[in-house]
């Protein structure tokens, strides 16, 4: 019966979705309202206006269907609270466009795995409606900085002219001896894994330079360091392998005494991101079949992980972390 479907409760996995869906827009409202305020290209104000309308609908839609099934609506990250719009600009333009490119992309990853989890019909097509809403944003965001001539495509390779098949077991190795060439799929995930760290490297250097917080200066300038060193590690392997490989600079930070987001937001924004990109590294590890390249992956992942649960551990101490949806025994 079509109307039973709506009685049914909420699952776990309905719930987990939802909730995080609400924290997540949250901290992108705050980031597209301080962007919003001050951007002065004409090409990229649309783009911030999508982004910002798009999370906002979002947000909308998610507390209504908490208020129906009568679930407490989280606290999340009210932009009144955490976004300071009389603070001087952070970043150029053009990052704005690197942020939205990225958390669009991020944005396409959770809610299809929203959608695949998800159990409730409502819930599943609301999921699927968010996804093509952040396909149709990064399709957007992307061809604008393509037509702008900022958007860093990944290395070309030669058209393959015949079929080929694997012979022998060197295929796998990475360690010794004479190296295969990395394939499409590897030079991909490692391209994309060191775009995300030039991302997370200029918004932790802007967060470091605009927090009076030592602790958490001191945690962003580290993740700031722990990106430089992935993305270094990467272009020596590219190179290794004779790959071209650039990168465009999109990065300028401003000096800025005056924070636009609360010390919570951008420990919360760090701690989001180091998630979101462990889930990809472990696309890259699982992908990887040279063994230099996997392991690679695997020691990016630790630093990641462990880096993540130091930020967890701040906003633990300091009260700030939200208790998600839990089982009643805990």
């Avoid at 190179?239 to 951008?266: A, Q």
Wanted: aromatic share 10%; net charge negative; hydrophobic share 40%.
């Amino acid at each position: 019966m079509p109307g039973m479907e709506k009685s049914i409760r909420l699952s776990s996995s309905d719930l987990s979705n939802l909730y995080n869906a609400y924290i997540n827009n949250t901290m992108g409202i705050c980031i597209m309202t301080y962007f919003l305020h001050n951007v002065e290209d004409t090409e990229v104000r649309p783009i911030v206006e999508e982004s910002l309308r798009i999370s906002s609908a979002h947000l909308e839609d998610i507390t209504g269907l908490f208020n129906k099934e009568g679930i407490v609506i989280p606290t999340g990250f009210p932009s009144e609270k955490h976004v300071n719009l009389q603070a001087d600009k952070l970043f150029h333009d053009p990052f704005y466009l690197q942020v939205i490119l990225n958390f669009s992309k991020f944005g396409i990853i959770s809610y299809g795995e929203a959608v695949v989890a998800s159990e409730r019909k409502d819930v599943r097509e609301l999921f699927i409606r968010f996804a093509n809403e952040a396909m149709n944003l990064h399709d957007h965001t992307k061809q604008t900085m393509l037509e702008k001539g900022i958007y860093v495509r990944s290395p070309y390779i030669s058209y393959p002219e015949k079929i080929e098949f694997v012979e022998k077991q060197s295929f796998l190795t990475g360690w010794l001896g004479n190296k295969r060439p990395l394939t499409a799929t590897e030079m991909s995930h490692l391209f994309i894994t060191a775009v995300n760290n030039e991302l997370g490297k200029t918004l932790l250097i802007g967060f470091s330079l605009c927090t009076k917080d030592s602790e958490i200066r001191e945690y962003m300038v580290r993740g700031a360091r722990i990106s430089k060193e992935i993305i270094h590690s990467i272009h020596d392997l590219l190179w290794k392998d004779d790959v071209p490989f650039s990168m465009t600079w999109l990065g300028n930070v401003e000096e800025n005494n005056v924070s636009p987001f609360s010390d919570h937001l951008m420990l919360a924004i760090a701690a989001y991101l180091s998630g979101i990109s462990i889930t990809m590294y472990g696309s890259g590890l699982a992908m990887s079949m040279r063994r230099d390249v996997a392991a690679q992956f695997g020691n990016i992942i630790t630093k990641a992980s462990t880096y993540a649960e130091d930020g967890l551990n701040i906003m633990i101490d300091r009260g700030w972390l939200e208790l998600p949806p839990h089982t009643d025994v805990i």
